[in-house]
């Protein structure tokens, strides 16, 4: 049988994806929409463990796209970096991060660099559990005990209730075990489910 080639799905298809998934629907049905085989949508949920991914959008902090060709054209006719800064409406040490960390003043190319960036927000943040081990052995002895994301996320409330550094969501838990973890510790935490799932699914 002759294998089809990959296909890319659009963001509005991908939408539509996630929509139906929420619903309850089946990766066969969702894929039957595409006249594509289920595994062709499956790696689309299996890259966020289930969990619609937040919509992109760029900080107001962010320079813009327009704003690094600007940069490009002051950088072609020999502007300081205050000048730039100036006509932007820009911190000179903004300006300055944003040439030196992109090639300087030789190599800054703006579409390489607005690529760059994008690339760069996309990487997953480290949560809450990522970035507190004592939290995060708590979390995975309750959970090696049966315990569900909902029951852990009460029990921390009560056990903790001045210290919010101890306080994380069920949400956050599931984000934790189908996104951030990985390896072998993943595949043990995830079989403490009472589920067994390795995707979350919409109830």
Same mark, same amino acid.
Not at 35 to 41: A, G, I, Q, Y
């Given at each position: ?13 991908? =939408? ?15 894929? =039957? ?15 966020? #463990?289930?969990?619609?991914?937040? +919509? ?19 950088? %072609?006719?020999?502007? &300081?970096?205050? +000048? ?19 090639? #300087? ?13 994008? $690339?760069? %927000? $996309? ?10 081990? @004592?939290? &995060? @052995?708590?979390?995975? +002895?309750?959970?090696?005990? @049966?315990?569900?994301? @909902? ?34 510790? +993943? ?14 699914? =919409?109830?």
């Amino acid at each position: 049988m002759k294998q089809r080639p990959r296909i890319y799905y659009t963001e509005n298809q991908k =939408s539509l994806m996630w929509d139906r998934w929420k619903k309850g629907e089946s990766m066969h049905q969702i894929a =039957s929409l595409f006249d594509r085989h289920h595994s062709s949508v499956q790696r689309i949920f299996a890259e966020t #463990g289930g969990i619609r991914p937040v +919509k992109r959008s760029r900080s107001r902090l962010a320079l813009s796209q327009v704003e690094r060709e600007e940069i490009s054209r002051e950088i %072609a006719t020999q502007s &300081s970096m205050r +000048k730039i800064a100036a006509l932007l409406g820009r911190s000179p040490s903004t300006i300055s991060h944003e040439i030196k960390r992109n090639g #300087g003043y030789v190599h800054y190319r703006a579409l390489q660099t607005e690529q760059d960036a994008w $690339k760069r %927000a $996309k990487r997953p943040k480290r949560c809450k559990l990522a970035n507190n081990e @004592q939290l &995060s @052995q708590i979390v995975a +002895k309750k959970l090696r005990r @049966q315990w569900s994301p @909902q029951q852990i996320a009460g029990w921390l409330k009560r056990g903790y209730p001045g210290d919010e550094d101890y306080h994380v969501s069920h949400e956050t838990i599931y984000r934790t075990l189908f996104i951030q973890t990985r390896g072998d510790l +993943k595949k043990e935490l995830q079989q403490c489910l009472r589920s067994k799932r390795i995707m979350r699914r =919409s109830k």
